[in-house]
């Protein structure tokens, strides 16, 4: 608890506790409902909902671009603001806190709950995907816009000017605005529960802009949409997860790609995330995210080895130099014309990410207790980027290499989930490669859904970090129907509409959480 207590409201103090139960009310009752009454009428209205995702995703991506290129720009700016200003000597938790985790730890569990499942799936097929359209060069239709994906200007004709945009796009959208706007949620949560003495939810960081308020209804709509946020961003991933699981599964051993099959899967590393739930924190989630790490390293040791070493190597400084170069360009949202590239890619990367930045925002803010202000910025911005652009470099450079030396029809032909695995089939020990790159998705899934989880619970248990084990059950369980859901009424257009859908109400959010998080350092550095 912190030295400084800003309010006179209790953690926990509008719960209500009923047949075992510890539960905020309104936001548990709300929240909960809404989601399952969704589950039910998409699975009664699998037709209509699919219908109605396909549309959802346009609609936003095409009137709304600019919401989400606008605020992400606004987290980057503002997060390496704090990096070289006074407040990055301000330590979560006071003065005199010390960190709960090691390095080693902390970073583990931050890198494998932040980006896990989208790594493995988009390592191969992102860079190949921007690739072919990049060098396919700008096409035009009959109104005179754009009707290719390339990013930019694009590269016709010219191989290596496609690989360099392609690497420089893709990195893009692993580097530093996803993980800036995780280091705003997550400082912002860290700061006013440790530092402030603030239950540890999302409205909580608003105190400093809307006071006693924040505890009544303004308050409860925050915590729902996070919630709402949360377990759609989390269904996404976790969808592209099973799909790539049962497509490599169906590539190793032939197992049959079913929508049946697919839900099977979801119910199976469901069961494998409840248990961890149940372990909690330190023993089940820590545990499964550092080895999470060291088989995610080994893997790609392994690429690394059996891959094309020094075009790989010496690739990852130039697709650094590429992204540096690039990134203003990439960043613009005015006069651009690669508006397919930015609304169908960018566009959903902001809106997945700032999906997902009320769950791993907080799991992020638990395990930073003790971190000084700029410590914990440079280690959750510029670290996980390096290392987000290492794992792009590999599995995106080997790729690379196959296709241009030519005769890789298969793996441009292949489907998006299937890229990685036909890819090591022209590695020696491809089978062991797609043995562990299963493995990978699979705990990764796991531990995306327990810490998940986790999260759900603390926001809907009023802040509480140590409710009964039955509510994050209940979370655990519905993550999976949801993925199970969106899979069935509509594939991955209707994943990503969901995500795009809760992301962009929390755009909003998250800008003004900046304000909040500004007011809140100055105030503390006095």
């Known amino acids: 608890m912190s030295e400084k207590k800003e309010t006179d409201y209790e953690v926990g103090q509008d719960n209500v506790q009923v047949l075992g139960l510890d539960i905020h009310n309104p936001v548990f009752a709300v929240s909960g409902l809404t989601i399952v009454a969704f589950v039910f009428f998409s699975l009664v209205f699998r037709e209509q909902a699919g219908e109605f995702f396909g549309w959802l995703r346009v609609a936003l991506t095409s009137r709304f671009d600019w919401v989400f290129m606008i605020a992400c720009n606004i987290f980057v700016l503002f997060s390496l603001l704090l990096i070289v200003t006074p407040y990055g000597s301000i330590r979560l938790g006071g003065a005199d806190a010390k960190p709960d985790y090691s390095y080693a730890g902390w970073i583990s569990m ?89 239950p540890l939810t999302m409205r909580s960081v608003f105190y400093p802009i809307f006071g006693e308020a924040t505890w009544g209804p303004l308050g409860h709509i925050v915590d729902v949409l996070a919630v709402f946020a949360t377990i759609f961003g989390l269904a996404t991933s976790l969808g592209l997860g099973a799909t790539q699981a049962l497509a490599g599964l169906n590539y190793l051993f032939g197992v049959p790609v079913s929508d049946g099959m697919k839900v099977l899967l979801i119910i199976i590393i469901t069961a494998f995330a409840l248990v961890s739930v149940v372990a909690g924190l330190d023993k089940g989630v820590k545990r499964l995210s550092e080895a999470n790490m060291m088989l995610a390293a080994a893997l790609l040791v392994l690429v690394l080895i059996v891959g094309p070493t020094i075009a790989i190597l010496s690739g990852f400084f130039t697709n650094l130099v590429d992204y540096a170069v690039q990134l203003p360009a990439l960043s613009n949202w005015i006069g651009r014309e690669d508006t397919n590239f930015m609304q169908g890619w960018t566009t959903f990367y902001w809106a997945w990410w700032i999906s997902w930045s009320p769950f791993v925002g907080m799991f992020i803010a638990r395990i930073s207790r003790g971190r000084t202000v700029r410590e914990f910025v440079t280690c959750v911005l510029l670290i996980p980027t390096l290392v987000g652009a290492l794992w792009m470099s590999v599995f995106g450079n080997a790729g690379l290499e196959q296709v241009m030396a030519g005769g890789a029809e298969a793996l441009q032909d292949a489907g998006l989930e299937l890229k990685m695995f036909v890819m090591f089939e022209a590695f020696p020990l491809s089978s062991l490669l797609s043995l562990v790159g299963i493995i990978l998705v699979v705990v990764f899934f796991v531990t995306s859904s327990d810490s998940g989880s986790l999260v759900i619970d603390t926001i809907t248990a009023g802040g509480k970090t140590n409710a ?23 594939g991955l257009g209707a994943l990503q509409a969901a995500a795009i859908a809760t992301g962009f109400p929390f755009a909003i959010i998250l800008v003004l959480m900046c304000v909040s998080i500004f007011i809140g350092l100055s105030r503390e550095k006095r």
């Open 110 to 198: 931050l890198f494998a709950a932040g980006m896990g499942i989208g790594l493995v799936f988009w390592g191969v097929a992102e860079p190949i995907s921007h690739y072919g359209a990049s060098l396919g060069g700008v096409a035009t239709g009959e109104d005179g816009l754009r009707t290719d994906w390339a990013p930019l200007g694009a590269a016709a004709d010219n191989p290596q000017g496609a690989r360099d945009l392609a690497m420089a796009a893709t990195i893009f959208h692993w580097g530093l605005h996803p993980w800036a706007i995780y280091a705003v949620v997550a400082l912002a949560l860290a700061f006013f529960s440790f530092n402030k003495g603030l």
């Open 468 to 490: 009964p084990t039955a509510q994050r059950v209940f979370w655990c369980i519905l993550e999976g129907a949801i993925a199970i859901v969106l899979l069935l009424g509509g």
